[in-house]
């Protein structure tokens, strides 16, 4: 650490901004007493792999916590399975209001992590926290909650039916219905088929994707904020480029989309609306995030996102990214 001495008019707010070789930002906020000495400060960085880190760490908890529910869903159904002489045994999801609080809680936790991340690498002091009202954003989250259990349901009881019609028909002995049900599960839980390991896929899938479009939506929160957007000129895409990477996160990647602070600074117009409709995730697992360009902070004229860019990156986005 470098030691630093500041000297600030009394009762002033100064704001420093150092950057990194690659541009990430580094934001200092301090007060000055009376005397003019320094007494409190926050301290942000843009810190792409900090913050992966973090959606790993919250990805972890939501699948430990979804498979535990998962894990009853599975059992209350084989019960049902037993005894069910019709397909409308099958009409209600068993635990769904569990189901539906792990999802939320996968949500809320992500959404309030990347929040707070961005809070703190725009630097703002603590107390732009705790002035979100966050109205909307709490019905985001309950309708996502809801889709998603949706979803999980519609799958997990077509399973069900399927097995059971299937059943019926053919005399299936209740060991073998047991087995299919255990099977249905596999990609939702791991196990073995026909002899080889099978992943989680389906549930990791459902977690990465929505744990990422809940974070970036807690960093989006938090960035236009009118007490934050202030200290926000533009808003970056980033992407992980590897052999992995989509085409639409090699379009956005390095892309600035441009707040109506950084379209004063920089000329153009407000892209905000272009940035909600693309905000990540753009496809199934993705892995991109957002981060702020803060007030001061260089943006290229060539980094800045086209609206030819905009049209062809809606274009690329996967089926059903665009209607979120």
């Given at each position: 650490m470098i030691p630093l001495a500041i000297a600030l008019p009394s009762g002033r707010v100064a704001r420093l901004v150092a950057f990194a070789q690659d541009g990430a930002a580094c934001c200092l906020l301090a007060t000055a007493d009376a005397e003019g000495r320094v007494t409190r400060f926050a301290l942000g960085a843009a810190d792409t792999a900090s913050l992966r880190a973090e959606l790993d760490a919250l990805e972890s908890i939501s699948k430990v916590e979804l498979a535990a529910e998962l894990r009853r869903v599975r059992s209350d159904l084989a019960a049902k399975l037993k005894i069910a002489k019709s397909p409308r045994a099958f009409n209600t999801l068993p635990r769904r209001a569990e189901v539906e609080a792990a999802v939320q809680g996968m949500l809320?936790?992500?959404?309030?992590?990347?929040?707070?991340?961005?809070?703190?690498?725009?630097?703002?002091?603590?107390?732009?926290?705790?002035?979100?009202?966050p109205v909307a954003a709490a019905r985001w989250l309950a309708q996502a909650a809801f889709w998603i259990t949706d979803v999980l349901a519609d799958d997990?009881?077509?399973?069900?039916?399927?097995?059971?019609?299937?059943?019926?028909?053919n005399g299936t002995a209740t060991g073998e219905l047991m087995r299919e049900l255990w099977?249905?599960?596999?990609?939702?839980?791991?196990?073995?088929v026909g002899g080889k390991v099978v992943s989680a896929h389906?549930?990791?899938?459902?977690?990465?994707?929505?744990t990422t479009t809940a974070y970036n939506h807690g960093r989006l929160t938090a960035a236009l904020d009118p007490k934050l957007a202030r200290f926000v000129d533009g808003v970056r895409y980033s992407a992980i480029l590897d052999e992995r990477t989509t085409e639409v996160c090699k379009l956005l990647h390095g892309k600035v989309f441009l707040t109506p602070a950084g379209a004063k600074q920089h000329g153009g117009g407000d892209q905000t609306a272009a940035l909600e409709a693309l905000l990540p995730p753009r496809h199934f697992n993705c892995r991109s995030i957002i981060h702020a360009k803060v007030v001061?902070?260089?943006?290229?004229?060539?980094?800045?996102?086209?609206?030819?860019?905009?049209?062809?990156?809606k274009e690329l986005s996967g089926a059903g990214f665009m209607q979120r």
């Open positions: 809320s936790r992500a959404e309030a992590a990347g929040k707070a991340a961005m809070i703190a690498e725009v630097g703002a002091p603590g107390e732009y926290a705790a002035s979100f009202t997990l009881l077509g399973e069900a039916q399927r097995i059971l019609v299937k059943g019926l028909k099977e249905a599960f596999v990609p939702y839980l791991g196990g073995e389906r549930l990791e899938t459902i977690v990465r994707t929505n001061g902070s260089p943006i290229q004229p060539e980094d800045i996102i086209t609206d030819f860019e905009i049209e062809r990156a």
